[in-house]
């Protein structure tokens, strides 16, 4: 879909966590994506599949354990500390909680100027003209930059973490389960807050998420992961409308659906997903994604 | 797809697995058995009275004639003292921290359980204990009835609760608003079984590292006031041997640096045993 | 036909706020009523004013109201007016609750079979023997694999879709004629939120219980209930069958309630991602 060379491309990118006993937990296993200028690459599965982890992973919060991350032409996987800085301006992350990322005891326009002093964008009034663009571009008075956490709504505190990821101008922004926690009502303002953004911005999302429906409203591509490897990854209306690998349809089909009329009988399932801790020496087996369609790619099953 | 899954079991059984692999807390308990053992069967091995007058003063260890540890200033033989003396010492730090449980813990879990005005109550009376000097106030305590082994253990117990109450408020205070709480409750579960059955279980580890660390400082206290001569007169003590030899110690290093030691060792051995106990209790530290 | 459970013109403060504000609605035997609204809307203090658990450690006061309960014997009670020590003797029993967290709602220093076993011995004088043998009957109900296995293990080794099952076997193990369970899907994952659904979906067809349910999620009311409860900011807003509020939604509000919900599904067709279509609401 997106012309020329993708914005961020992951290679064979593993990270591994060290448990005691020499065991290991095989938290994100030889993934390779891309994510695409102006595009919405959305990754689901259940939680401990190794979204967070993938995206800790990818803007360096992890070290990896091998596999790299090229980031416009750069691969950041092997950037020294002052290089990576300059880097990490250009990848931004929200989070869940959006009240936990904000600290309570300061003026949350602080907490959005603070990338802008520490990548020396700009200081002082200069600063403070920026924080106020920010805030009136993701829906909030510019006043409310003196106000503190505690006197937000989880919306609006939303919305200055999108401001504070917005700051340092980024190409990739990576909302891991941002708008999970939020009202319904709430969400939806700010899927439609985030997509317009998009457009005006030319952002890329990397897009966590484990709520499918929210994930088909907003994505252009879809990644399902499953313990730490991603098995299906494919345009958003093959996904969802043609899904080949049976844990997507597991996924799909578990789905609530928001009509009454439209109640299913399910099977009974008590099946749970494996554990991702392996012990030394032993280690998952790699699956291998075949092409079914053109950017659709599914893993073989045994 | 085989995965290794770690072995779990019982939250006490997870504690003890950290623990043991502490060194430095397996070496405290190690220590720790040692003196016990020597307090309790020492005297079959060492059978020497530790009263009896057995040779001349101040005979420092090596010397002719003298025993392992030399003589005090009454020509007593230090190394019986050393063997039995612990035994004072030990039984007035486990009764006084039998109390200290006691009460501590009771008038905690009923502050922090039902907070209010039981809660304000308890914990004002709590304060006046608390900033009262312990060691003056366990003295008046010693004076005023007769120095006894277990008016001692007592005024040690009376003057050392006050912090257990406290953590244990502390901790139900915590537990008292977390979901396991609000299911017992509705189960249908009564007050009494809420506080000792569903909440104490879960406030116990934080207690249990602190009772260590009490044992530790209840000898220290009790040896204290062994040397200033408010101990039982007829229960030899470690700090009482230190308290009648500090005159002559110039002459004889060896009457105050042996129960010295042994009152050292046995509260190192206790604070290395909490320290294990801290981390082994420290769930962020699971699995390493 | 006379509701089993009757909530009527319930109202609940904090000091000086108000969060349940005059609440009425009827729960029938073997239906699920759901309840749902925005965080904050007064569904759980709703929830524990039923089970009288709202005033317990806080400065909840239920300010007028009453909340009728058919017992089973068939005499009718207000349950706000019951003492402490009689209300003891239906939580957990005529009534029971299960609540979001499933990892939390479990005592972490006992093994799970232990924990239910507690609360047969304690409403039906069950010996130890005997509660243990009925633990395995619910762990089975519930369908838990391997329910010898599981009943000596502790919450933190367990999944959080297992131990959910064990607060439902807790919950059920002394028939309850009221289940009411608190966003009882809303931590768990949509794999197990599925089986956890057809599973009280099943158990209210076997035990006959009625079940409220409380949730924010409108996907979770479409799937499982047959009257639905909206409330926001302490107030009921519209209450009617599933099908009525989900298809024709009377009040402003729960059209903007139900344009805000993402749908699976919706987006059939259409090639670029698309942002949802709001309905304006002002309170
Ligand atoms: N710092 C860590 N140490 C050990 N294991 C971890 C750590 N972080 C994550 N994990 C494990 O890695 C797996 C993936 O976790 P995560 O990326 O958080 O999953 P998700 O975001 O999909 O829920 C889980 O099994 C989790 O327990
Ligand atoms: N123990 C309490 N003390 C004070 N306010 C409370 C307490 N419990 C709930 N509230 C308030 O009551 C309102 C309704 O809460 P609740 O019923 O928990 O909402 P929800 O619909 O999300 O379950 C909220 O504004 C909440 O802050
Ligand atoms: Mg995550
Ligand atoms: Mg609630």
């Known amino acids: ?302 | ?288 | 036909m006379e509701p089993l459970l009757s909530v009527r013109d319930l109202t609940v403060t904090f000091g000086s706020f108000t969060a349940v504000d005059g609440v009425s609605f009827d729960l029938h035997e073997g239906q699920t009523l759901a309840v749902v609204g925005e965080s904050g809307s007064g569904k759980s203090v709703t929830a524990l004013s039923i089970m009288r658990l709202v005033e317990l450690g806080t400065r909840g006061k239920i300010e007028n109201g009453e909340i009728l309960f058919r017992q089973p014997g068939g005499e009718v009670i207000d349950l706000v007016q019951q003492r402490e020590d009689d209300m003891r003797k239906i939580r957990g029993n005529a009534i029971s609750m299960i609540f979001q967290e499933p990892l939390t709602s479990l005592n972490p220093v006992y093994p799970v079979g232990d924990q239910v076993a507690e609360a047969v011995m304690l409403h039906q004088g069950l010996e130890k023997a005997e509660a243990a043998e009925r633990v395995l009957e619910m762990f089975r109900l519930v369908r838990i694999p391997e329910p010898e296995k599981r009943m000596v293990q502790y919450p933190h080794e367990m999944s959080g879709g297992m131990r959910q099952r064990v607060m439902i076997a807790m919950a059920l193990s002394c028939d309850p004629k009221v289940l009411i369970a608190d966003e009882p899907t809303t931590a768990l994952d949509v794999t197990i939120q599925a089986q956890i659904l057809g599973l009280m979906r099943d158990l209210r067809e076997q035990t006959g219980a009625a079940v409220l349910i409380i949730t924010h999620d409108m996907g979770v009311v479409a799937e499982v209930a047959d009257d639905v409860v909206v409330m926001n900011r302490a107030k009921v807003v519209e209450h009617g069958p599933a099908v009525d509020i989900f298809e024709n939604p009377a009040e402003p509000y729960t059209q903007a309630l139900l344009a805000s919900v993402p749908r699976l599904g919706s987006m059939q067709g259409r090639s670029e991602p698309a942002p949802f279509e709001l309905v304006e609401y002002d309170s």
Not at chain 1, 49 to 62: E, V, Y
Not at chain 1, 226 to 247: C, D, K, M, T, W
């Open chain 1, 1 to 302: 879909m997106s012309a020329g060379t993708p914005l961020v491309e992951v290679r064979d990118l593993c990270k591994h966590f060290p448990v005691g006993a020499g065991a290991t937990v095989h938290a994100v296993e030889n993934v390779s994506l891309q994510v695409g200028r102006g595009e919405t690459l959305a990754v689901v599965g259940e939680s401990g599949c190794g979204k967070s982890t993938l995206a800790h992973t990818m803007i360096r919060l992890h070290e990896p354990t091998s596999g790299q991350v090229v980031l416009d032409g750069v691969d950041i996987s092997g950037l020294g500390n002052r290089a990576l800085r300059e880097h990490r301006a250009k990848m931004q992350i929200i989070f869940q909680d959006p009240f936990a990322s904000l600290d309570p005891r300061r003026p949350v326009g602080r907490a959005v100027a603070e990338p802008l002093l520490i990548h020396k964008i700009a200081k002082g009034p200069d600063a403070d003209e920026q924080v106020a663009d920010l805030f009136t571009r993701v829906g909030l008075e510019p006043d409310m930059m003196r106000q503190f956490p505690h006197q937000f709504s989880g919306g609006q505190r939303q919305r200055v973490c999108i401001a504070r990821a917005l700051a340092t101008r980024p190409e990739l922004v990576i909302a891991d389960e941002a708008v999970s926690a939020l009202d319904v009502s709430i969400q939806a303002q700010v899927i439609n807050l985030m997509m317009e953004l998009q457009s005006e911005l030319g952002l890329s999302y990397l897009f966590i998420s484990h709520d499918l429906a929210v994930v088909e409203r907003m994505s252009h591509r879809v990644a399902v992961m499953y313990l730490g490897q991603i098995v299906e990854i494919g345009p958003r209306s093959a996904i969802f409308e043609n899904p080949q690998h049976s844990y997507t349809q597991r996924l799909l089909d578990a789905v609530p659906i928001a009509d009454p009329r439209a109640r299913r009988d399910r099977p009974l399932l008590t099946d749970e997903i494996p554990s991702p801790v392996w012990a030394a020496g032993t280690s998952p087996e790699r699956v291998e994604l075949r092409e079914v369609a053109p950017g659709h790619l599914v893993a073989a099953e045994g």
């Open chain 2, 1 to 288: 797809m085989a995965a290794a899954q770690p072995e779990l079991g019982s939250p006490g059984r997870q504690a003890l697995r950290m623990f043991l692999r502490n060194r430095a807390a397996v070496f405290g308990l190690v220590l720790l058995s040692g003196i016990v053992l020597m307090t309790l069967f020492g005297s079959f091995f060492y059978d020497q009275d530790p009263t009896r007058i057995i040779a001349r003063p101040l005979q420092g260890p090596g010397e002719d004639g003298a025993p392992a540890f030399g003589t005090d200033y009454l020509g007593r033989d230090v190394l019986a003292g050393v063997v039995n003396g612990g035994s004072t010492s030990l039984t007035v730090a486990l009764v006084a921290v039998f109390l200290v449980v006691v009460i501590g813990v009771t008038i905690g879990a009923l502050a922090g359980y039902y907070g209010g005005w039981i809660d304000t109550l308890l914990m004002r009376f709590t304060e006046v204990f608390q900033v009262l000097p312990a060691l003056l106030f366990a003295m008046v305590i010693v004076a005023l009835f007769e120095p006894s082994t277990r008016t001692v253990a007592i005024a040690i117990g009376l003057a050392s609760w006050p912090g257990t109450a406290r953590l244990t408020r502390a901790e139900f205070l915590r537990l008292k608003n977390l979901e396991f709480v609000k299911a017992a409750r509705a189960v249908g579960a009564s007050d009494f079984r809420i506080i000792w059955r569903v909440i104490f279980p879960n406030a116990l580890p934080p207690l249990i590292v602190s009772i260590t660390l009490i044992m530790g400082a209840a000898i220290l206290f009790e040896s204290g006031l062994a040397f200033l001569g408010l101990g039982d007169p007829n229960a030899q003590s470690w700090g009482q041997m230190i308290g009648l030899n500090r005159q002559t110690f110039l002459n004889g290093w060896w009457t105050v640096t042996f129960p010295g030691l042994a009152i050292f060792s046995t509260v190192l051995s206790f604070s290395l045993i909490g320290d294990g106990l801290q981390d082994a209790f420290n769930p962020k530290l699971r699995g390493r």
